[in-house]
C-alpha cells in the first residue's frame, strides 16, 4: 500500500457491530516512507457508535480501507504553498510538511487555528525549525487567524496554492474571503472534514 502526501481514505470495521454510518473518511497523516500509516481524529464528549468501536481496537484487530483518494496534494513543484488548518484539520499537513521538510526552492506557510491543543505541534514545529523556508503561525482566535489570512494572501496573491482543511463551515468562509480579496479559485484546494 503507497499513498501521496495529502491523501485520504475511507475506514470501515469489518469486525465490529456499528450503530448508523459504518465507515470514516480520515486524511492520511505520514508518508510511505515512514513506515506506517498515521490517521488523525478527535473524539467530543459523546463519541458515535463508530468512534466508540474504533477506540476500543487492539493490535491486530482487523480494518478496512478503500482509498487513497483526493486532490489535496502538492500541485507544482515551484509556487508558494499557503496551508490553513483548523483544529484537527492539521492531520493532511502533517503529511504534506513530512514530504516537503527538505524543499527549499518555495515559501511554505502554515496557519494553524486551533483553541486549545495543537494536534502535531511539536513534529512539525522541529520540520519548520529545520527549515528557514517553512513558517508556522499558531493563531487563537478567528480574529487572529483571519488577519493572518489576509495578510498571506497580500503577500502572495495568485502566485501561491492555498490549502484549506476543516470543518465545511471554516472552509466555506475562507474560501469566500480568499476569493474576495482577487485570488482565483483554482488557486485554493479543500479538504473537508465532514464528520467525528
Same mark, same amino acid.
Given at each position: 500500500?503507497?499513498?501521496?502526501?495529502?491523501?485520504?481514505?475511507?475506514?470501515?470495521?469489518?469486525?465490529?457491530?456499528?450503530?448508523?454510518?459504518?465507515?470514516?473518511?480520515?486524511?492520511?497523516?505520514?508518508?510511505?516512507?515512514?513506515?506506517?500509516?498515521?490517521?488523525?481524529?478527535?473524539?467530543?464528549?459523546?463519541?458515535?457508535?463508530?468512534?466508540?468501536?474504533?477506540?476500543?481496537?487492539?493490535?491486530?484487530?482487523?480494518?478496512?480501507?478503500?482509498?487513497?483518494?483526493?486532490?489535496?496534494?502538492?500541485?507544482?513543484?515551484?509556487?508558494?504553498?499557503?496551508?490553513?488548518?483548523?483544529?484537527?484539520?492539521?492531520?493532511?499537513?502533517?503529511?504534506?510538511?513530512?514530504?516537503?521538510?527538505?524543499?527549499?526552492?518555495?515559501?511554505?506557510?502554515?496557519? %494553524?487555528?486551533?483553541?486549545? $491543543? *495543537?494536534?502535531?505541534?511539536?513534529?512539525?514545529?522541529? /520540520?519548520?525549525?529545520?527549515?528557514?523556508? #517553512? +513558517?508556522?503561525?499558531?493563531?487563537?482566535?478567528?480574529?487572529?487567524?483571519?488577519?493572518?489570512?489576509?495578510?498571506?494572501?497580500?503577500? %502572495?496573491?495568485?502566485?501561491? $496554492? *492555498?490549502?484549506?482543511?476543516?470543518?465545511?463551515?471554516? /472552509?466555506?468562509?475562507?474560501?469566500?474571503? #480568499? +476569493?474576495?480579496?482577487?485570488?482565483?479559485?483554482?488557486?485554493?484546494?479543500?479538504?473537508?472534514?465532514?464528520?467525528?
Amino acid at each position: 500500500f503507497s499513498w501521496e502526501a495529502g491523501k485520504h481514505g475511507i475506514l470501515t470495521l469489518p469486525e465490529k457491530k456499528i450503530e448508523g454510518k459504518k465507515f470514516r473518511g480520515f486524511s492520511f497523516a505520514s508518508i510511505p516512507s515512514e513506515g506506517k500509516l498515521i490517521l488523525g481524529t478527535r473524539t467530543g464528549k459523546a463519541k458515535s457508535s463508530y468512534k466508540a468501536a474504533l477506540l476500543s481496537m487492539n493490535a491486530g484487530e482487523k480494518v478496512q480501507l478503500r482509498g487513497p483518494m483526493g486532490g489535496f496534494v502538492i500541485q507544482d513543484q515551484t509556487s508558494p504553498m499557503v496551508f490553513i488548518a483548523s483544529g484537527v484539520g492539521i492531520t493532511p499537513y502533517r503529511a504534506l510538511l513530512k514530504a516537503l521538510e527538505h524543499d527549499i526552492s518555495r515559501p511554505i506557510e502554515l496557519v %494553524y487555528a486551533s483553541r486549545q $491543543y *495543537y494536534l502535531f505541534g511539536d513534529e512539525i514545529q522541529i /520540520i519548520a525549525d529545520a527549515n528557514s523556508k #517553512i +513558517k508556522i503561525h499558531k493563531t487563537h482566535d478567528t480574529a487572529e487567524t483571519k488577519a493572518k489570512i489576509e495578510s498571506l494572501v497580500k503577500k %502572495y496573491s495568485n502566485t501561491a $496554492y *492555498y490549502y484549506i482543511s476543516g470543518a465545511p463551515s471554516m /472552509i466555506q468562509s475562507t474560501k469566500k474571503d #480568499i +476569493k474576495a480579496q482577487g485570488v482565483r479559485a483554482k488557486r485554493i484546494i479543500s479538504d473537508e472534514f465532514l464528520g467525528y
